[in-house]
């Protein structure tokens, strides 16, 4: 039988390797889930001014961004906010290590995840959102590779960008043993992504570009284009010019 003093090691051990993997040091973890459990559930305008007020303490925020009760956070140092920024309910922000960045004015609708777990120390692991920009309901952004969102970009609910892919060439060895790969994605200005769009690793979508519900993205997408379908292909080109039937219906 193991003795108790391999037991109490394993225990420390298991105790550490958690608190690193939720926070850069024990007394952050400590001052961060103290913070939280104080008045992260807080509802209602007392809530919230709380914690514009509080928050400051563990992040770098700039100017008033709001948190409605019930989000969760990890790595609060690393969760850098512009001012006007919006984070819903249900929302989870996991920071490590290079951390998530929302621009000016952006928000962040219920239930999203914007996720940068890194155990594997990935040397581009981040997410960062430009100004005016929308990241809707249930949408999952996994940044392992990194994801840049420009400005203006709107996601509809339950899109999903995930920078990161599995390695599975070798059929003598496991998909989990073959590693991973990170390459990134890029989302210029003013794009439009519909619900449950999925945008695959190593993809950039052009500015001004339109990405159909439920496409799944696994190539560039040009500027000002339409794509949609599985896999995407681009629809159409965005020319400025009206159909007539179009133009007929905004009459009425």
Known sequence: MPSNSNSDDNLIAG???YVRRQASSWWRYTLEQVLFSLIGWVPTLVGIALRVVLYRLVMPIRGVSIFENGVRIRFANNVHLGSGVYIDQACYLHACPQGIW???????????????????????????????????????????GGISIGDRVYLAPQVQMLAVNHVFENPEIPIIEQGITCEGITVEDDVW????????????????AVIAAGAVV???????TVVGGIPARV?????GVRSDASKQSRRY
Do not use: W
């Open 15 to 17: 105790l550490d390797l």
């Open 102 to 144: 929302i621009g000016d004015n952006s928000f962040v609708m219920h239930g999203a995840i914007l996720h940068v777990y890194n155990f594997r120390n990935l040397p581009h692991a981040f997410i960062r959102i430009g100004r005016d920009s929308l990241i809707g309901e249930y949408c999952i952004l996994r940044g392992q």
């Open 193 to 208: 992504i519909g619900a449950g769009a999925v945008i695959t690793d190593g993809v950039t979508v052009g500015r001004g």
């Open 218 to 224: 696994t190539k560039d997408v040009p500027a000002h």
């Open 235 to 239: 629809i159409k080109e965005i020319d």
